[in-house]
């Protein structure tokens, strides 16, 4: 049974499901869609259909007394829904950190469901409320800016109640809320409203809806969430919720009645963009053909085809009409995806080309390739970002907090594009000159994803006529789905066993203990009724040590169970056996002091480079600790300085460590959801881990009481591991200490071959250096003296191929690249058909040293044969046309690649 199944089982009992007490008082009247069959309620005795034939008639002629623009419309649903005494909730976060399965948040329940034991379970902080919510959507790209009513990120109200919840409600009063929102805070005629009947289905759980329409415009849904499971299997919820998403845009719009929604939701961003560009509003024309396209778009596949067809019924040329409309859809687009941009990193997302933020970086770059297309060289995204943070901080004053973080990470990645365009100019003289036929969307995908280059571009350049109509939602698909991460096998054979009773937590100082062997599994996997072993999670590793005699060497934990590893297959254990137990209290105090030091350097690296900086995961040893953070760009030697400096003035402050369980949802009210560093708490109840002044985080791991007891914390090792993230590796307390150790045994070493103190090592160092550089300027010296007379040799010898050109190749394990480089060049002077490649052994490795006369060139480049003998040792390399080089690690290919450049040379 499918959606049509259902919603048909559910009108088949109209009195059960749809009717509401509103409609009996009121003389609402059920109707059945002459068109559809839908069934609707109606105070219009004349309308034989449903809402979805409607054309939208509100364009230019709102049916409201009031005229509200996005802020407005907010603060009067705000007055509304206070006064009949409901919580105001601030908006979550954007990026859904609370929830495994979603980037980002996608809808307003979004924010109180939580996922426990693979069940969807409803968590409200109030009952009833209501929150503004911004949610990002990216399955429409394609159509925002250009259908009047599109966007990737939008404002859902949500009116949400748990029904058997003190305060709760259900339907009667809940749709008597709602026509008392549209016909009082917005002003609209009672016969103006139409409510549809209809079903929802997601996320574990289903109802019946009712959705209402004003003239042909959906302005919300309010679904009656009764039943868990799904259409084929379900029961009543212990807990009935009521989910009324409503979006605040179309409120707007209603009441407005402008050409398009963007014009009355972006406040004055528009009118500023419209002026800066000196693009006129488009009177009367603009109006007509937006109020078309938002009718029509439903029933047309694509909104290029239905501007063909408005072209004809406004007596248009088409070309003229997309002239016209053209500077407004920028305008339109690139306001949206700023907007989007604001509210994503304000949270603590960046564009990049993983996750989320894969979809970030798309809408990032289409608006830039707008704005350059059509020329506009003074609007900058960062302002139009502060545009935004104008307007709407009456509603969300949070954006002010982020203003400058957000202008930054525009300006980085607006620069990068740029930094990019040289590239991307050759790629499209490449495709425009080659005759391959028209580009498929696959092609314009792996264009995005290997250089960078949007559609958009391609239209500007000629490439292409247009953006396929479903490049950017197939493209956000490809990177929607989350990798699913590799599970451990379960161990089998653990059914009805109880939970184990968790001694590290009710005193983490125990390291000695009894408790009862309850089970042993396959003579190595011993499980206790009770134990003092930290298993495996969040990032730290598990505790080893001895059951009785017997080596603990892993513990995990299925379930609520932990499960001891034993070394080899030890039957000295039974079912039913008290035994003591013993936990290896060194390696437990160096992973502890290791997991507190990573909270610690969280922080410090947040509040030194950015808000953007989040944990993306970690990983604490006894011997080192890592920590991988959200960032934009690899991080200078003064950022990792300043990084290790602040963790270190905290760990001297000696700030506690207040480790306390809370409910999830006060915590989360409490704290924010800055508390999901380490990922989401798959359980009701979150352990707070309270570095007092410093870093709040919800975590199971082992921590010390003070920050002091860490002693010190040493920054290793930084590099980028991927497009925004950089992986700090660190050493903390007794290991920090032996590494210190050894870099001053290391310093001794280099001094005593240096044959100077360890004071002056860097003086006796430089001077060594200074020597060196001058020995290697007399080789220079005498290499340009002998290049000459072995240059000539080395033509005289070249190979003469049939295609003209004239080739040196060779190995060399004792001269290096600088004599090659020296040689290769007179040759090259001397013969102008010389093609020059030289190998050379360097350590591990091998250099590629290519050049190419000048006659040469015309039939083979230096930097692409560099580039493919590189490519054939394993490596990588380029160049120009007359000098190439690279290098690669596998030298059993040494022939095959010389073989290689022969090849090349004689095509």
Not at 640 to 653: C, D, P, S, Y
Request: proline share 3%; net charge neutral.
């Amino acid at each position: 049974m499918g959606k049509k199944e259902l919603a048909a089982l559910f009108s088949s009992n109209p009195d059960r499901y749809y009717k509401v007490s509103l409609f009996d008082k009121m003389g609402f009247a059920r109707r059945k869609c002459g068109k559809c069959e839908k069934f609707f309620w109606t105070l219009n005795d004349g309308r034989q259909f449903c809402p979805d034939h409607e054309n939208y008639s509100f364009i230019s002629k709102p049916p409201t007394s009031k005229r509200l623009d996005y802020v407005s419309a907010w603060k009067e649903v705000d007055k509304f829904f206070r006064a009949n005494d409901h919580t105001i909730v601030r908006r979550y976060p954007v990026v859904c950190r609370w929830r495994e399965d979603l980037y980002f948040t996608i809808a307003s329940i979004v924010d109180f469901q939580r996922v426990v034991g693979n069940q969807v379970v409803f968590e409200l902080p109030a009952n009833p409320l209501v929150v503004p919510q911004m949610c990002l959507r990216f399955n429409d790209i394609e159509n925002v800016g250009l259908s009047g009513r599109h966007y990737t990120g939008f404002c859902m109200i949500g009116q949400t109640c748990n029904a058997d919840a003190p305060g709760g409600y259900w339907k009667d009063k809940c749709i008597d809320l709602d026509y008392g929102m549209l016909t009082k805070g917005l002003g609209i005629k009672p016969e103006e409203i139409t409510f549809v009947e209809d079903v929802w289905m997601g996320a574990g759980a289903f109802g019946y809806s009712l959705e209402y329409f004003v003239r042909g415009l959906e302005l919300g849904n309010a679904v009656f969430t009764e039943f868990e499971g799904n259409e084929n299997d379900y029961r009543v919820m212990p807990n009935k919720i009521i989910d009324m998403g409503a979006g605040l845009e179309r409120f707007s719009w209603i009441t407005m009645g402008t050409p398009t929604s963007y014009d009355c939701c972006f406040g004055p961003v528009v009118d500023k963009l419209r002026d800066i560009t000196g693009t006129d509003n488009g009177g009367d024309v603009l109006s007509r053909y937006f109020e078309a396209v938002s009718s029509k778009l439903d029933h047309t596949t694509s909104v290029r085809e239905l501007r063909s067809l408005i072209a004809r019924e406004m007596k248009i040329d088409e070309e003229k009409l997309a002239r016209l409309v053209a500077p407004h859809e920028a305008i339109y687009t690139v306001a949206d995806h700023v907007r989007t941009l604001l509210f994503a990193i304000s949270d603590g997302a960046l564009p990049s080309n993983v996750g989320g933020g894969y979809n970030l970086r798309v809408i990032l770059r289409r608006a830039l390739s707008m704005l350059e297309r059509l020329g506009w060289k003074n609007v900058r995204v960062e302002d139009i970002a502060d545009m935004h943070v104008d307007y709407l901080k009456q509603m969300y004053p949070e954006l002010e907090e982020y203003r400058q973080d957000v202008r930054t990470i525009l300006q980085l990645e607006a620069g990068r594009y740029t930094s990019s365009r040289e590239r991307m100019n050759s790629v499209a003289m490449l495709l425009k000159t080659s005759k391959k036929g028209e580009l498929s969307v696959d092609d314009l995908i792996r264009l995005y994803d290997s250089d960078g280059i949007t559609p958009d571009f391609l239209v500007e350049q000629g490439v292409i006529q247009g953006v396929p109509s479903t490049f950017y939602t197939k493209l956000a698909e490809l990177h929607t789905n989350l990798a699913a991460g590799q599970t451990a096998k379960p161990i089998r054979g653990l059914e009805g066993l109880p939970p184990t009773k968790l001694l590290y937590y009710e005193d983490e100082t125990m390291r000695e203990f009894h408790a009862k062997v309850i089970k042993v599994v396959d003579s190595k996997y011993v499980i206790l009724d009770q134990t003092a072993f930290y298993p495996r999670g969040g990032g730290q590793e598990p505790d080893t040590g001895e059951i009785e005699d017997t080596k603990v060497v892993e513990v995990t934990k299925q379930a609520d169970i932990v499960i001891h590893r034993i070394e080899g297959n030890n039957n000295k254990l039974a079912e039913g056996q008290s035994v003591h137990a013993k936990v290896n209290a060194r390696r437990r105090d160096l992973i502890t002091k290791h997991h507190t030091a990573t909270h610690v350097l969280n922080s410090a690296s947040r509040n030194t480079l950015g808000s953007w900086v989040w944990q993306n995961s970690a990983f604490k040893e006894e011997g080192y600790g890592r920590l991988d953070i959200t960032h934009h760009s690899a991080l200078a030697k003064e950022e990792v300085q300043k990084i290790e400096h602040a963790a270190n003035r905290v760990i001297r402050e000696n700030h506690p460590v207040i480790i306390k369980t809370y409910d999830r949802g006060e915590a989360e009210q409490e704290f924010t959801f800055r508390i999901y560093q380490g990922g989401v708490v798959p359980t009701s109840n979150v352990r707070i881990v309270n570095i007092e002044g410093w870093d709040i985080e919800a975590c199971g791991g082992t921590h010390v009481k003070s920050t002091g007891e860490i002693g010190l914390v040493k920054i290793v090792k930084s590099e980028r591991i991927q497009d925004g993230v950089v992986r700090l590796e660190f050493v903390a307390g007794e290991a920090a200490v032996n590494y210190m150790q050894q870099l001053d045994s290391q310093l001794a070493s280099i001094a005593q071959k240096l044959g100077s103190s360890r004071e002056k090592v860097v003086e006796s160092f430089n001077k060594s250096m200074e020597e060196a550089e001058a020995a290697k300027k007399k080789v220079r010296t005498m290499l340009r003296v002998v290049a000459g007379p072995i240059a000539k040799d080395i033509s005289d010898k070249a190979k003469k191929l049939g295609s003209g050109v004239h080739l040196h190749s060779t190995y060399d394990e004792e001269l290096d690249e600088d004599y090659h480089i020296a040689v290769g060049e007179k040759a090259i002077e001397l013969d102008k058909q010389l093609l020059y490649v030289a190998l050379v052994s360097k350590g591990q490795g091998i250099r590629v040293i290519v050049f190419a006369g000048e006659a040469a060139r015309k039939k083979v480049k230096a930097g692409a044969v560099a580039k493919q003998v590189s490519a054939k040792l394993g490596g990588s390399g380029g160049g120009d046309d007359r000098f190439g080089q690279g290098g690669g690690r596998s030298k059993d290919r040494i022939k095959e690649a010389l073989l290689l450049a022969e090849e090349e040379a004689a095509k």
